[in-house]
């Protein structure tokens, strides 16, 4: 499967897309950059992709997990609790497609700060 790379400046995030009709959105629409926003120990950013929450979208993800928010559009990227979080999971605001896995640690997002310039490329 294709890997994508995100590149907040300081550090570089690597992902690798699942199959399915989101991560195929996401593709076709790399490269792209957008402003992070951060909501407790999660990061988003607004994405030129389009493409409809699919029937296993889910509110509640595990550290490595990337999504697509079909409302935003948005990208989030989880690695600890959110506001709305209960004992220890990672809550999203709404569900939202699993489209990537990381292949690093994104605990280390932790250091981004709201307003970083993240730069989404294809690897390979």
């Known amino acids: 499967m294709a890997r994508i790379r995100f ?32 909501w407790g120990e ?20 595990t550290a490595g997990e990337i ?14 609790r959110t506001p709305i979080s209960r004992d220890g999971e990672i809550r999203l605001a709404a569900p939202c497609n699993l489209f990537a896995r990381a292949e690093g640690d994104v605990r280390t997002l932790a250091t981004v700060a709201p307003g970083t310039r993240v730069t989404v490329t294809r690897l390979d």
């Open 7 to 38: 590149d907040f400046g300081s550090q570089t995030l690597d992902a690798i897309l699942l199959d399915g009709p989101t991560a195929e959105a996401v593709a076709a629409a790399l490269p792209f950059s957008a402003a992070v926003l951060t």
């Open 42 to 61: 999660e990061v988003y950013f607004e994405v030129p992709v389009k493409a409809a929450r699919e029937p296993e979208a889910r509110v509640v993800v």
């Open 67 to 80: 999504v697509y928010w079909p409302e935003g559009p948005a990208i989030a990227i989880g690695y600890g």
